[in-house]
């Protein structure tokens, strides 16, 4: 129940597109939903963040889409850029943080 | 910059050995949290300190412990080493709830 679903593994996109990254979670506890960026060697990065009372959020070329029901939470990236290319970290957490759990990551290459 | 600091950015050291992994927090944040990324793998949640007080355990093994000081710095010590615990290991901080800002994070090369 303390598992975050992450997919895809890996995914290509070219410059422009869309890029979708979809998540999964199983307890309803959860009440805080980020979505972290990393670049090789560096630390994750938090890039956006939503809570269950939205159904969506939008900051600049990131959208969180929530889904409560179905438990299911996605990052779009509108106009992918090179720049982009990063491995992506959903999470969840609940109990003012005293429960973080990170999905397994997605690695996303946009290409030029 | 996130704010977190984190020492050293490189170790290596040989099988068997004990290591000491530093992190300082952000300015005001009260917690601290300790994961293990390895070669392509996801973040795995060590464990989390606030205030002092160890919160939550997740995949720590015995041989790893940590703490956090009154002065909120954390320090996690990696003992027996096997060539398996090499991996980059990351803290995190955060003011108690919600958003966690991450360290640059420290390479373990166990040789």
């Known amino acids: 129940q303390q598992q975050v679903k992450q997919s895809p593994q890996s995914l290509i996109v070219q410059k422009g597109g869309i890029s979708i990254i979809n998540c999964a979670y199983e307890?309803?506890?959860?009440?805080?939903f980020p979505w972290y960026q990393q670049f090789p060697g560096k630390g994750p990065a938090l890039l956006i963040a939503i809570r269950p009372d939205v159904s969506e959020k939008k900051e600049g070329r990131f959208t969180i889409s929530f889904n409560k029901s179905a438990k299911q939470f996605s990052l779009h990236i509108m106009d992918s850029q090179p720049g982009d290319s990063a491995t992506y970290f959903c999470a969840a957490s609940y109990n003012y943080g005293q429960n973080f759990v990170f999905g397994p990551g997605t690695r996303l290459s946009v290409l030029p | 910059d996130s704010g977190v600091t984190q020492t050293p950015k490189h170790l290596i050291t040989a099988t068997g050995q004990r290591v000491t992994l530093r992190c300082s927090p952000r300015?005001?944040?009260?917690?601290v949290y300790w994961y293990q990324q390895s070669l392509d793998q996801g973040l795995q949640f060590l464990i989390h300190?606030?205030?002092?007080?160890?919160?939550a355990k997740g995949n720590i093994l015995e041989r790893f412990s940590a703490q956090q000081f009154p002065d909120l710095h954390s320090e996690l010590n990696l003992s027996s080493l096997e060539l398996g615990d090499s991996a980059l290991y990351f803290c995190?901080?955060?003011?108690?709830?919600?958003?966690?800002?991450f360290g640059p994070g420290t390479r373990l090369t166990v040789l």
């Open positions: 300015s005001g944040d009260l917690s």
């Open positions: 995190a901080s955060s003011q108690g709830a919600d958003t966690q800002y």
């Open positions: 307890n309803t506890a959860f009440d805080y």
């Open positions: 300190y606030y205030n002092g007080e160890e919160r």
